[in-house]
């Protein structure tokens, strides 16, 4: 484990690691700060094993080795959840309901979700409620396709100068606002 090269660390962290930390997240995702910093301490701490990246900061490391941050993963795998609820490719018996806003035609993309207002805080951190305004905020380029694998390959060119795939601490740009975003042919 001492001499441990990217490609090493790469393939034993996808295999054996990254699994653990990212079990069930569209079920409990981390809504307090120092869960999310908890959990992301520990990416952080692994990806020191590589000798030659050791001294890099965190984001760099992430940079070097292709990885991206856990909050990241936790909001793509969100994304690709509610692309297959939406379009019908989970059992409707076991997915959560989403409900589409009939009344918006303006901005986002025609799969809107009706965004629910909630009296507790604790139920505005569920998989239904957490996700609303982050779909919404997506383009129709993004979420009208046809397979989940090119709805990935969008969102992923959508969200690729986010600094949030290498920076745990920011958040998601251009949420509610899209003015910045122009529809792309892919």
């Keep these: 484990m001492s001499n441990m090269d990217c490609k090493t660390f790469i393939l034993l962290y996808k295999a054996l690691v990254r699994p653990h930390l990212e079990y ?6 981390f809504y307090k700060k120092s869960d999310r910093e908890q959990i992301e301490k520990i990416q952080k701490r692994a990806t ?24 990241y993963r936790r909001l793509r795998g969100d994304m690709i959840k509610v692309f297959k609820i939406v379009n019908d490719i989970y059992d409707e ?6 409900r589409f806003n009939k009344t918006s035609v303006t901005r986002g993309n025609k799969f809107k979700l009706y965004k629910q207002t909630f009296i507790h805080n604790f139920r505005k951190y569920f998989f239904s409620a957490r996700i609303v305004n982050i779909w919404n905020s997506l383009p129709n380029w993004v979420v009208d396709v046809q397979s989940a694998d090119l709805f990935k390959v969008r ?12 920076d745990w601490k920011s958040e998601l740009a251009g949420i509610g606002d899209r003015s910045e975003y122009v529809e792309k042919s892919y």
Excluded at 54 to 65: D, E, F, G, T, V
Excluded at 93 to 98: D, R
């Design 48 to 71: 020191k094993l590589v000798i030659s990246l050791r001294k890099l900061p965190y984001k760099n490391r992430l940079i070097s080795l292709q990885l991206h941050t856990l909050k």
């Design 93 to 98: 018996k076991v997915a959560p309901i989403l």
């Design 24 to 29: 069930a997240n569209s079920v409990w995702s």
């Design 155 to 166: 969102l992923d060119r959508f969200w690729a100068e986010q600094e949030v795939m290498y």
